[in-house]
């Protein structure tokens, strides 16, 4: 199967687990099965209100789920029933370095639910634990090679956390080092997992504030024959105007497909939910408008941004007055 995907992509990502277990739950260890049902129960709520923003009128054919198969397995099922694009992960969750969740046996899984795409979670920094990042890059390519056979496609979501060097240059500074350094070290550590045998299909990025970094990440990823690559701008939790900013900049680059935000659509409702403050119903369509909302604004920046292009090629191609 030919490397890439170019059609739009726009996410709702809940596959949480640890993170989504301990921060909005509280607990820690082992779950038990009242507690475990509860999680279900509110991963149900965030796909109900993916499936309303669906029913009131995002394109099926561009709206996708990401959820983990420990709590969302039903979810998983009545996607694929229902023609969704699936995405399930394979990193073990809760720890700084990938590995799978269900290690050698990470292939049965991938098969047992044949989704749309298989994602990874990965923080790569290249200035940062070389040996981690072989390790990494061993255990990605094992994976890579595995997907490229099989009709599941390969999602990367990559993270570049800053190292305490890093970070200490910049007095602690971390939209410093989202501004100024971040740029860098994505375009670097996508050629490194390149040129280790890692082929994604789609690469899921941090935000960018500016088009030029934008445009130099697809460049190198498309690199050497892989001309459809694609990529899709995630969310990181970040508040809604961080949000629409990452949108709209990734829109006018032709290469970004879409977005994954997640906690910026689900967090705020599930929690309300959870403390009794709104009902299920009204998180549901809170969720759905968010959700909406990412989608509007995406579509509309990449419309503007076709509008301009093509002005822009009309100028050029008008014949001189007089």
């Not at 965030?46 to 039903?74: C, M, Q, S």
């Not at 073990?92 to 799978?100: N, P, R, V």
């Not at 969740?101 to 991938?110: S, T």
């Not at 490229?148 to 939209?175: H, I, K």
Request: aromatic letters at 10%.
């Amino acid at each position: 199967m030919p490397i890439g995907y170019t059609q739009p992509l726009y996410i709702l990502p809940f596959d949480h687990r640890a993170s989504f277990v301990s921060g909005m739950f509280g607990w820690h260890g082992a779950l038990k099965p009242e507690q475990i049902a509860q999680i279900t129960a509110a991963k149900r709520v965030i796909y109900d209100g993916f499936t309303a923003a669906v029913a009131g009128g995002v394109d099926k054919d561009k709206a996708g789920i990401l959820v983990d198969a420990h709590f969302g397995e039903e979810i998983l099922r009545d996607a694929k029933r229902s023609g969704i694009i699936t995405c399930v992960p394979a990193e073990k969750s809760g720890q700084d370095e990938f590995d799978f969740e269900f290690g050698d046996d990470f292939a049965r899984h991938i098969r047992a639910f044949a989704p749309t795409f298989c994602k990874v979670l990965v923080r790569y920094n290249p200035e940062g634990d070389a040996a981690m990042n072989r390790r990494q890059a061993s255990r990605l390519r094992r994976l890579s090679e595995y997907l490229g056979g099989g009709p599941s496609r390969f999602m990367f979501e990559l993270l570049v956390p800053a190292t305490p060097t890093q970070l200490e240059a910049l007095g602690g500074d971390v939209q410093a080092y989202d501004r100024k350094v971040r740029p860098a070290l994505m375009l670097h550590a996508l050629r490194e997992l390149q040129d280790a045998g890692v082929e994604a299909d789609v690469w899921k990025v941090e935000g960018l504030d500016n088009q030029g970094d934008c445009e130099r990440l697809v460049s190198m990823a498309r690199r050497d024959g892989r001309a459809n690559v694609g990529f899709i701008v995630l969310g990181r939790g970040e508040n809604e105007q961080h949000v629409r900013a990452w949108l709209a900049t990734a829109a006018g680059v032709a290469g970004f497909i879409g977005f994954a935000v997640g906690r910026t659509t689900f967090w705020e409702p599930l929690v309300a939910v959870r403390d009794k403050k709104i009902t299920r119903e009204v998180a549901v369509a809170e969720i759905a408008r968010r959700y909406r909302q990412w989608v509007d604004i995406f579509e509309l920046a990449k419309a503007a941004a076709s509008f301009s292009d093509g002005v822009a090629a009309v100028g050029l191609a008008r014949p001189p007055e007089g």
